[in-house]
Nanobody, 124 residues
Framework: VQLVESGGGSVQAGGSLRLSCAAS????????LGWFRQAPGKEREFVAA????????VYADSVKGRFTISRDNAKNTVYLQMNSLKPEDTAVYYC??????????????????WGQGTEVTVSS
């Protein structure tokens, strides 16, 4: 499986962006998928995840109520809709897949397939 993110860019605070992550592979629908981000000089941070099969979701407290993760298995794509963006959301955003579990987890070490990242910049 390979993951390719898109949709990053620059936006003013309060604006919205939708990130997409297109995946190859026949078993995409069973993988747990996650979004993570890393700001300059900071640790990688969990954003959101969605499980395989039942598609339950989990969010970081910092984005809860503003971001929505979803997946379209017919298109082999996972999305991150980001609303009410804040300057502190500025980071490189990565999507990731856990090829060994259907369970959505915020632990980045559980994910073994990563995209190349897409940059999001939010100005005040």
């Amino acid at each position: 499986v390979q993951l390719v993110e898109s949709g990053g860019g620059s936006v003013q605070a309060g604006g919205s962006l939708r990130l997409s992550c297109a995946a190859s592979g026949r078993t995409f629908s069973v993988y747990a998928l996650g979004w993570f981000r890393q700001a300059p000089g900071k640790e990688r941070e969990f954003v959101a995840a969605i499980s395989g099969y039942v598609y339950s979701t989990v969010y970081a407290d910092s984005v809860k109520g503003r971001f929505t993760i979803s997946r379209d298995n017919a298109k082999n794509t996972v999305y991150l809709q980001m609303n009410s963006l804040k300057p502190e959301d500025t980071a490189v955003y990565y999507c990731a897949a856990d090829a060994h579990s259907v369970r959505a987890t915020p632990n980045w070490k559980e994910y073994d397939i990563w995209g190349q990242g897409t940059e999001v910049t939010v100005s005040s």
